[in-house]
């Protein structure tokens, strides 16, 4: 456990020349195509964002403290919708990509910078156009049609800033193509000599199965949100039936590209997950090609599972079959990687820093996420359980418990590499037990709620579910404060903290072998690679498990 | 009789269970929490205990293994074959309770925002109130008047969207009377969390006397009448004679021959649409564009209430005459019947309260 970091404590000594103190002033940075210098741009944007959705959040569950609710209906509504389009649009989506996979997908595979840098920085101001949207519906009053759009409450009958927010996530949307884009032409491309696909970090796999999805899927969500701006605009009947549309339609269109994209919000985390493991078990990830290409079953299945939102829509019952088949399907290279990342430490040298703390935390929720998502995908108990907040605690444990911890586990882990400096490592495994409990506290009550039948998005609820639901606010009390301190010490790490050194944690990969933090162009030379990046032994004995 | 899971009520933390149908669905959910349990637990063992078993000791290096195909393998199909089981009995259960049993009785909801309102076929009518007898197949028709809502039932774990444009159903038979929650559970709105009411279950006596009480305003059909007259279907859909339009006598659930050859069941769908937008399918030897497009011009409910009068006119394949029990008894005053001569006094429902969208 003790771990010694190579640190220098005077950490006021002359910095070399990197990426941060190349150049300096406002126009160094919004101009800037280094790829590192955008992924921090995206750090403090999504860190932004993030934070007026956690705010929508917290006013979601101190409104649920009382069974009568503390705001009015309708103010409630716009907070669960902000809420939802904030954290899912301009979060969870572009998180891990366009930060971590935007520093380090490059330098992973020896690469100066990604295929096409000025598209990159195009990409983040798509986001903060789409942001800057997002931003306005927040201040002109919100929408409340829920993060899905559905129509023809959105096309039709609501009063809230129903196009402005579709024009945020429509804009915001070509952010992700473009990152999604930039990275496969990157990763085809762009590889140093003796990177073999083989020989790709887990990290570059999930990116580059994310951004399969990103330029297939998010077209697809934009063309939904196009008709809903055509519809309610100009009230061609697409959606509604009293004008000749198809409400179903619409649900079609977007989970087309709305379950793929949470795949968006989770492979990524997985190539953290797959990457922090295998350093602090000092071992090859257990059965590198199984998780790799779990990776890409996931992304091409998660195109086939759709219809599993819709199973009580009045669908087809034999199209509700065929989804409910396919979504079983797509849990095998999930539960995949999950029995590879506990084999990895099997005989390893565990240690339990900060970004490994995560990581178990990461296994832990996910697999709660993952198992009850087989109780959505089962068609008779999907009945009873669709729309209730059992599937309100169901995505959480995925997108926050699984994503979001894996953010943190992955910033943990790259942020003395990102900036040069050591955090505090006390208050890290601090925060990550607080994050774990807090978040417990908030979501395992939900699950119980969902099962008594409490529906989601209710501004208003029956009083015999009171004690669980203000469980959940003092858990989700814990989660808010707990999520604040990793932003506090990390922020004061970057000014304070000691210099971290090239290779903190004793990792392999290549962007272990560089600089803390990095010149502008990664390498001085082109590095030419002779061996896969999880070298961590002297040699791989040809041993056999079990 | 409807002995089945029903004891699963009891174990700690159970849902409330008050149909057959919810032992079942059950049943299904604690096979599955049991397989999560079994497998988080195998899982955090198999994390805590390796990550504690070998953490990092001085002199003890890492031994690198490269994988395992054989184990690879194992354990991707055992868990899919225990997936496999879930997705059987699943769809097994979900199939059944696709298909209502034929001598349903047959209740009619609308949804609008943001309440239900329910039309029994002896004209009775309620709001955010349900009466279903124990023990009695009950079979839901849905429509919407505006946006999709979801009707939900908890006790019975019943639940089906409500899309406008087209009828839903979903069917139950309760097994213990009480007094059981109905939510809406698709968003639809600022008082979407209001879209809540009630269902009694009654037990059989009971139900007959809250029954006998009967529409105020006549039987589902008749009211129905009333708007074929009101409305001038009459002047061309004659009785016993071939009018402008085709006679709707025995033409229920009976096949009718379209212009484009293809043949069609007369069920309550092809009717809802027949009266809504005529010209969508036009019977073999009629013109288009005789008669005027109902959309918009008759609410869900004034449909329900027409077919109910087509359907009267076909005796003999009325299932929904279930609804009316034959015991027309006494005049008594049950306990739930007081609240359902409240509702029906302001069954006279508020205008919809549809602000058109700004912006």
């Known amino acids: ?546 | 009789m409807w002995a089945s899971y029903t004891f699963l009520a009891d174990l700690p933390f159970a849902a409330p269970i008050a149909s057959k149908e919810a032992g079942d669905i059950d049943l299904l959910w604690w096979f599955l929490c049991a397989v999560s349990l079994v497998m988080t637990v195998l899982i955090f063992i198999g994390v805590i205990g390796f990550a504690f078993r070998y953490r990092a000791k001085p002199g003890v290096p890492p031994v690198q293994l490269h994988g395992h195909t054989a184990l690879e393998v194992t354990w991707s199909v055992i868990p899919f074959l225990v997936m496999l089981v879930m997705f059987w009995w699943g769809t097994d259960l979900f199939f059944a309770a696709q298909s209502p049993p034929k001598d349903a009785m047959e209740i009619f909801v609308v949804g609008k925002q943001w309440m239900w309102k329910v039309q029994y076929p002896d004209g009775t009518r309620e709001i955010n109130a349900l009466h279903v007898p124990v023990g009695q197949d009950v079979k839901l028709t849905l429509a919407s008047e505006d946006v999709i809502h979801s009707f939900g039932i908890p006790v019975f774990r019943v639940r089906h969207d409500v899309v406008p444009g087209h009828y839903d159903s979903l069917w139950f038979r309760a097994t213990k009377p009480g007094h059981y929650r109905i939510y809406c559970t698709e968003y639809c709105g600022d008082r979407h969390s209001q879209m809540v009411g009630w269902v009694d279950v009654l037990g059989e006596n009971e139900y007959s006397r809250w029954a006998s009480g009967g529409g105020s305003g006549g039987t589902l059909a008749e009211q129905g009448q009333q708007l074929f007259t009101q409305n001038g279907c009459s002047t061309c859909h004659l009785l016993n004679e071939q009018g402008r339009c085709p006679i709707l006598k025995n033409l229920y659930n009976k096949p009718v021959e379209l212009n484009d050859g293809r043949t069609v069941i007369a069920d309550d769908a092809y009717l809802r649409e027949s009266i809504l937008q005529p010209n969508a399918k036009i019977v073999n030897g009629f013109e288009a564009n005789v008669m005027p497009n109902f959309q918009g011009q008759l609410s869900e409910e004034n449909v329900i209430q027409l077919i109910a009068y087509i359907k009267s006119l076909s005796p003999a394949t009325t299932p929904s005459q279930v609804g009316v029990l034959p015991t027309k008894g006494p005049q008594v005053p049950a306990p739930g019947k007081k609240q359902s001569a409240a509702t029906k006094a302001t069954a006279v429902t508020p205008a919809p309260q549809q602000a058109a969208p700004q912006q």
Request: with cysteine.
């Open chain 1, 1 to 546: 456990m003790a771990t010694t970091y190579p640190t220098t404590p005077e950490a006021a000594a002359e910095e070399p020349v990197n990426y941060l103190n190349v150049e300096h002033g406002w126009k160094s940075w919004l101009f800037t195509t280094d790829h590192k210098r955008i992924a921090m741009l995206y750090v403090f944007s999504i860190t932004a964002m993030f934070m007026i959705g956690g705010t929508f959040a917290m006013l979601m569950r101190l409104h649920l403290t009382r069974p009568e609710g503390i705001f009015a209906p309708e103010t409630y509504n716009r907070f669960f919708t902000m809420h939802g389009v904030i954290m899912v649009f301009f979060f969870l989506v572009p998180s891990i990509p366009a930060t971590l996979g935007n520093f380090f997908l490059p330098i992973m595979i020896g690469a100066k910078d990604l295929a096409f840098p000025r598209v990159n920085l195009l990409s983040w101001y798509l986001y903060i156009f789409g942001a800057i949207f997002a931003i306005y519906v927040v201040a002109a009053g919100g929408v409340d049609t829920g993060w899905t759009f559905y129509a023809p409450y959105s096309t039709t009958y609501s009063n809230s800033y129903v196009l402005s927010a579709a024009v945020g996530v429509f804009v915001a949307g070509f952010s992700s193509i473009t990152t999604g884009l930039n990275f496969i032409v990157t990763v085809h491309k762009m590889r140093a000599p003796g990177m073999t696909w083989m020989r790709l970090p887990l990290f570059v796999w999930a990116n580059y199965a994310t951004g399969l999805i990103q330029i297939l899927g998010t077209p697809v969500v934009a063309i939904a949100l196009v008709l809903v701006a055509v519809e309610r605009v100009m009230h061609v009947g697409i959606f509604d039936p009293n004008v000749g549309g198809d409400p179903i339609l619409f649900q079609h269109i977007f989970w087309f590209y709305s379950h793929p994209a949470v795949y968006i919000m989770i492979l990524p985390g997985m190539g953290v997950i797959s990457e922090v493991i295998a350093c602090f078990a000092r071992k090859r990830p257990f059965g590198y090609e199984f998780i790799a290409a779990s990776s890409m079953g996931i992304a091409i299945l998660s195109f086939v599972v759709w219809g599993h939102h819709m199973f009580i829509t009045g669908q087809s019952v034999y199209t509700g079959i065929v989804f409910s088949f396919l979504s079983f399907f797509v849990a095998v290279p999930s539960a995949i990687k999950v029995f590879n990342w506990t084999a990895t430490m099997y005989r390893g040298s565990v240690t339990f820093e900060s970004p490994m703390l995560y990581a178990f935390g990461f296994i832990g929720l996910f697999t709660i996420g993952g198992l009850t998502g087989l109780f959505l995908s089962t068609m008779a108990t999907d009945v009873p359980l669709h729309g209730t907040y059992f599937v309100v605690a169901h995505f959480h444990f995925v997108m926050v418990g699984g994503m979001l911890v894996a953010f943190l586990s992955g910033i943990h882990f790259w942020w003395p590499k990102m900036t040069g400096r050591m955090y505090s490592e006390a208050w890290a495994r601090f925060a990550a037990l607080m994050i774990f409990a807090g978040f417990n506290l908030t979501f395992l009550p939900q699950f119980v709620l969902g099962y008594l039948g409490m529906p989601r998005r209710y501004a208003a609820y029956p009083p015999e579910f009171q004690v669980l639901n203000v469980l959940s606010t003092a858990g989700a009390s814990i989660l808010g404060i707990s999520l604040v301190i990793p932003l506090i010490y990390l922020t004061y790490a970057w000014k304070y903290g000691p210099k971290a050194g090239n290779n903190p944690w004793g990792a392999k990969g290549l962007e272990w072998e560089i600089q803390s933090p990095p010149t502008t162009f990664n390498f001085d030379d082109t590095p030419t690679v002779t061996e896969e990046a999880y070298n961590y032994g002297e040699e791989v004995e040809e041993q056999r498990v079990a």
